[in-house]
């Protein structure tokens, strides 16, 4: 709905600003750097592929249909299994990657706009369009990123290092949004959209100082389900017979990387 009102740049300008507003007093509470040009090193390439992550995925979104764009997406748990063990030298054990896997799956088929054409669609789709190729890079950007979070966090403190990371997108994105245009915001958007995001960060980079990066983000895909369940509810979209086997299998997915978290 945002997106109809406000420019996609625009909008994540806004609503980043909002999310630094509403952390930046935790983060000069919890004000801890451990080694400053580190840190700016991990920020600086973090917010740089960020960035990029988002152009290519606002690239994909308008060269191709979401029906073969969006399930793309659902890849970056299974990337994250390798660049995770690449960057900080993470290993999941085989119930932890079969749980990832499952909820990859399932998050895959939840995202298919209409599982009727069949669910290789966007994986055909590869062949012949580029957004769907666009998404699969921001996908496996993700699982950088995911990985540079995590080693930000340890150079800082989850309130400081969300609060530096909006610094860094706020900071690309800005001359893109000052080109989309102006005139009157209606803020109930971006207001609602920086507290979400902000929390969400949050807690997300407390959680990956718990438990291994895959297993946080394949937890994190779950959220689909919720979306699934109010797309059906409240706008109508989809069938409950074309969701319930990618809701079992993220079901059956977040089981089993909780069980593997509880053994490690």
Do not use: C
């Not at 990371?165 to 102006?182: E, T």
Request: charged fraction near 10%; charge should be positive.
């Amino acid at each position: 709905m945002a997106t109809r009102e406000i420019p996609a740049a625009r909008l994540l300008f806004l609503y980043k600003v909002v999310a630094l507003v509403f952390v930046l007093p935790f983060a000069l509470y919890n004000f801890r750097i451990v080694s400053f040009w580190s840190l700016i090193t991990v920020l600086m390439v973090n917010a740089l592929l960020n960035a990029l992550a988002f152009y290519l995925y606002l690239r994909a979104i308008s060269l191709s249909p979401l029906s073969v764009t969006v399930p793309m997406l659902s890849f970056s748990p299974v990337f994250l299994l390798f660049t995770s063990r690449l960057i900080l030298g993470q290993k999941v054990d085989l119930t932890g990657i079969l749980g990832i896997v499952l909820i990859t799956v399932g998050s895959y088929l939840l995202n298919l706009r209409d599982v009727r054409r069949g669910p290789f669609v966007p994986i055909l789709a590869l062949l012949k369009e580029p957004g769907p190729r666009y998404m699969l890079t921001v996908a496996f950007i993700w699982s950088i990123t995911a990985n540079l979070d995590r080693i930000g966090v340890g150079l800082s403190d989850p309130f400081v290092w969300v609060a530096l990371m909006n610094v860094g997108v706020i900071s690309f994105v800005m001359p893109v949004a000052l080109r989309s245009g102006s005139g009157p915001v209606r803020w109930r958007f971006p207001i609602a959209m920086g507290v979400a995001d902000g929390i969400g960060a949050v807690l997300q980079m407390f959680a990956i100082t718990l438990a291994p990066v895959p297993h946080v983000i394949a937890i994190k895909r779950t959220s689909i389900l919720l979306s699934s369940i109010v797309g059906l509810l409240v706008f109508r979209e989809g069938r409950w017979a074309e969701r319930f086997s990618g809701a079992l299998a993220m079901a059956v997915g977040a089981v089993l990387v909780i069980l593997s978290i509880a053994r490690g």
